[in-house]
Structure formats: C-alpha cells, structure tokens
C-alpha cells in the first residue's frame, strides 16, 4: 500500500499519494424549476489506478460510483466540515483507469446562482452562471478541486432549447432533442478546477474580431459591442509583451447586474460586470486585467490559495503595462494611485488579522472568501515593481517572459517564484528586500509610489471642492481618486456643492457614483440615500456592495437601513457576496 503522503493544498481533501485526474467527462441536465443539475463526472488518470481516491464535494448527492467499465465501486461521502465541504472517498481496485459518479446539485449550490427573469436585463427568461474561484467548483462537480492538478475536459449541457448555453471552452456543436438543446464543449489546454465556467440564458453574440466575440442577454448587447470593441488592439499589445496568446479566442460574457466581481478570467471567456459597460470605454481596464490573466493566472497558476498573489499580482503588473502602451504612463499612474489607496484600506481593514496582509500566507483553517482582498492584487503589483526598478525595465521585462515561457500551463508555488528569478536574476530578491514583501504584514518602506502631474494636482486640493475650470477635462479615474481623497466625514455644504455643481449623484459611470456614493453616506448626507439604496438593489459586485454597506452601518442613524436593505436585496446576490456582507455587518 502507498504511504500516505501530505495535504498540499489547505483547502482540499487531495492526498498527493493518490492518483490524479488528468482529465473530465461532464453530462449535466440543467434543471431551472429544481435549480440543479442532474450529472454524470467520468474522471481519467494518466495510467492505471488503485487504492483510496479522496476527491472535495459540497452538497452533492451521490447517487452511484462505477470505474470506467461500469462495474459499481464503494464509496462514502463523509459529514461536511467547515471551509472544505465533505470528502468522497472512493476505494480503487487495481488497474482503475478511470471513475465515473452520478449525482445531484444542491439548489444552494455555492459557485452556481439561478437567477429569475426579473433580476436579468431582458426579464424574460431564467438565468444561471457558475462561479468556481476560490474552491467552489466542488459544489458543481465531485472533483480534486485544488489548483495544483490541472485537468483537460469535455462537457455536455442539456438546457431548454429557448435558451443558449455557453461555456470557458471551445464549443463543438448543438443539437436539439425535443424540448430539450445539447450543447458540447471541449477545452483542449488544461485548466485548474476553478476555471471550470458556464452559463445558461437567452444570450446573443456579436464578433469584435477574427479571435474574440461578445455574448450578452439582447438588450445589452450592442452596447457592450461598442464599449468592447478595442478588445483586439489590446490582445495584440499583450502579445508583444508577454508571449503567444495560448487559449486561441478571447470571448467576452457580459453577465447580470448580480455577477460579485468586476471580471472573471475564464479562458476563452471571460466573465464581465455589467457595470463596466459606462459608454466611453473609460472602465475597460477591467478587460485588460482580465486578459492579462491569460499569461499570469491561467497559463501560470498558484498551487493553492495561500500564494494567490502569483495570480493577482503577476496580472496587476500585466494590466497596468497593458493600459501604459495603449493610454500612456499618466493613466496608467493614476490607476496605480488608485490601487494604492485600495491598498492601504484593505491594510486597515485587517487590522486585527495582519498575517492576512503578507503575500505568502497560511490559510488551513481560512476560508479563502474570508481572506480575499486588494492585498495580493496591490502588494504584489508593488513588489514586482520593487523588482523591476532593482534591476532596471528591460532585464524585468526579458526575466518575466522567460518565466511565462518556461512556467506555462504549470501551477507553482512561491518558493518556485523566488527559484526561478534567483536562477534568472541573481541578487535581484536581496535588493528589493523580498522577505518583507512575501513574509511581512503591510507595506514595506520600500514600496514604489505612483508619480503623475494629474495626480498632484488632486493631491493640491486637499479635499476642497475643485472648481470647474479644473475638472474640466478629468478622467473617471481623476473624479474617484479625487472622491477617495476628500477626508470622510465630510462637510454637508461640501457635499451639497459637490453634488448640485456636477451632478455626481446622476454619474453613469460606477467607479465614479459609488465613491461619491461612499462618501455621502459616510458624510450624513441624506439626499443620496435614494441612490445608495437604488444601487445596493440592482448591482452584485462586491467591489460596490462591502462600500456602501459597511458606510451605512458606521452611521447608527443609517446601520439599520444598511440591514433592511441587505433583508430586501439579499436574494439578488451571489452567495459569495451574500457572505462577504454579513461580515461586515455582523460586527455593526
């Protein structure tokens, strides 16, 4: 018998002695009365298997397990635990190629959200997306659900014939049986499990170009069209930057209000908020960091969640040189500044947990939603910049390609990080210090700063309200950082100036409404409520909601609005978000 070998990953039951799956086979019935799926996962091993098979489950019904010939196989799906949902245990008789479990999804299924018609933009049909990230993808599928095993799939979804399917994989054709549409997919490259993304509703699709399409419900998409449509220059840009593009299309989803992040870098399509869609592409940085996890994230991925800022930080460095060659250094300061800011809240924000601030954490026992925050994304960002002005640009520049070239489709682990660029570029950890970055809690002293002349004229202001000759030609990133800038509370009169001169309240463009919006309620003033209230009822994204709410409950004239209107929205938002916003209203 095989000794047993150690848990690599705190978030999975996966035993590095047991055998791994190298590839899925997934049928799945999409059941919108019962919202779940009735499935069948075969699961492949590169060679001949035996003994105990541990694979992560969440609310699954196991309804039977056989080995690839159909013989049946014992099995026991233990009692849940906290974080990790419960472990399957399937015992392997020799020469096991493969496993194939039929079973049944939850209806509170963490990473699948079924949504009514009227929390859609068409309101006329059901919706339902996936999202896997960080280890959700075992509530959809019995699975090594840890991204160190990268696996290859095939899948079929069985949806009503009115709607379309659309999956992270290459499609490979439809066919109709009855009421009921076959859609199949195949996704060549492999993944980690939590790439693993589809959706279901009445979509549509316009081409951007040769490689790239937009999909979105039809009344939102010839807007999102005409706000994606530069999706192409930008593959192009990162091309010359960092390498082939490996994952052949870059497809774009714009997805319900209640989608929780901004994006979601599924390979070959990618996930996006509504709320990016402003009609002046001013937000499209979000499309630039979603393909820039192309190369750092999907090509490239953490081992597990405790070195997550291999992913986050990586593609905050790839985004911002994305929009410095397509927009110039001083937009791409001013996002650095905002990130910065991001920073140093979600710094204070873990004031009594510092350990979460360092970038290569300990997470057994955390669940990974608990820990998410700006801090792999900004810190990590700051640190590769710490390394790029070490060594200069260009030896930067030349050292990450070779890491992407060298890395692809592998699932590393910090400590391959530092093996690798001390292998490339001796001395370059020591010079920038990397054990206060990788090992310390908050910022290091040595952190790069943003450096812009837009920046420091927002910086003279000193939070007064800045004159029309001013903020004439201001950019949406000026307005937020200016916003974000304005010590809180405010004065009323300045908040009721700000407001009647340029009409921040009616803003259309989110980044802009919602911290003007973050700042009127944690200023008192009261005319914004209806807004604040408006906006907590149709957007999901938690980069929106944990704001707002957590503005609201400060006030104790406000805290109980900010529980009636999470009571009256609550359903609308991903499970995700419903519990990143208990925890910042529980201590309230």
């Keep these: 018998m095989k000794p047993r070998m150690a848990r690599l990953d705190p978030h999975s039951y996966n035993d590095s002695a047991q055998p791994e799956a190298r590839s899925l086979a997934l049928r799945a019935r999409v059941d919108l009365s019962a919202k779940t799926l009735e499935a069948e996962a075969e699961l492949s091993f590169s060679g001949p298997a035996s003994g105990r098979l541990d694979l992560d489950t969440r609310e699954l019904s ?224 979000v499309v630039a960091h979603e393909l820039a996890h192309s190369w750092t994230g999907n090509l490239i991925t953490n081992a597990n969640a405790e070195h997550f800022w291999l992913n986050e930080g990586f593609t905050v460095y790839a985004e911002r040189r994305i929009l410095e060659a397509l927009e110039g250094e001083e937009m791409c300061a001013l996002h650095a500044a905002i990130g910065r800011r991001s920073l140093e809240e979600a710094i204070v924000r873990f004031e009594r947990h510092p350990e979460l601030t360092r970038l290569r954490t300990h997470l057994s026992g955390v669940d990974p939603d608990e820990a998410y925050s700006q801090v792999p994304y900004e810190k990590g960002y700051l640190f590769l910049r710490t390394l790029e002005e070490a060594v200069g640009r260009d030896a930067f520049t030349r050292w990450l390609r070779r890491y992407i070239e060298e890395l692809r489709f592998q699932s590393i682990t910090t400590e391959d990080f530092e093996r690798h660029i001390e292998g490339e570029l001796p001395g370059a950890l020591a010079k920038a210090d990397a054990k206060a970055w990788l090992d310390g809690p908050g910022l290091p002293r040595n952190a790069p700063a943003p450096r812009s002349s837009r920046l420091e004229a927002i ?98 004239e406000t805290r109980p609005l900010a529980h009636q209107f999470f009571e009256r929205y609550r359903q609308g938002y991903h499970p995700i978000a419903r519990q990143v916003i208990h925890s910042v209203l529980s201590p309230a």
């Design 62 to 285: 196991i309804e039977a397990v056989e080995d690839g010939r159909g013989a049946r196989l014992p099995f026991t799906l233990h009692p849940s635990e906290p974080i990790l949902g419960s472990r399957l245990s399937i015992e392997l008789p020799a020469d096991t190629r493969a496993v194939r479990i039929r079973y049944r999804t939850s209806p509170s299924a963490s990473a699948l959200q079924w949504l009514e018609p009227e929390q859609t933009h068409g309101k006329r049909e059901p919706f339902l997306f996936s999202q896997c990230q960080a280890i959700h993808a075992r509530s959809v599928v019995p699975i090594q659900d840890t991204p160190r095993i990268r696996i290859r799939y095939r899948a079929e979804l069985w949806v009503p014939r009115r709607l379309e399917a659309v999956m992270a994989a290459a499609p490979v054709g439809r066919r109709e049986e009855g009421e009921w549409a076959v859609e199949s997919f195949e996704m060549p490259q492999p993944i980690p499990p939590y790439l693993l993304a589809f959706a279901v509703g009445d979509l549509a699709a316009a081409e951007l170009s040769p490689r790239s399409r937009v999909w979105a419900e039809p009344p939102m998409l010839e807007r999102a069209a005409r706000e994606f449509g530069g999706v192409e220059e930008m593959i192009r840009v990162a091309e010359r930057l960092f390498g082939p593009y490996e994952w052949d299309r870059f497809d774009l989803l714009t997805m319900p209000p209640s989608f929780p992040y901004g994006g979601m870098e599924n390979p070959r399509l990618t996930f996006l908020t509504p709320t990016i869609v402003a009609g002046d592409r001013s937000l499209v940085n």
């Design 459 to 556: 910086e003279s202001l000193g939070g007064r309200v800045p004159e029309r000759e001013m903020v004439a030609s201001w950019t949406p990133a000026e307005w937020q950082l200016y916003l974000e800038s304005v010590p809180k509370p405010a004065p009323l009169e300045a908040c009721r100036a700000l407001d009647e001169r340029y009409g921040l309240t009616r803003s259309g463009n989110y980044e802009v409404l919602v911290s003007w919006l973050s700042l009127a309620a944690s200023s008192s003033y009261r005319p914004a409520l209806p807004k604040i209230e408006q906006v907590l009822g149709e957007v999901g994204r938690m980069k929106y909601l944990r704001p707002l709410y957590a503005a609201l409950a400060r006030d104790p």
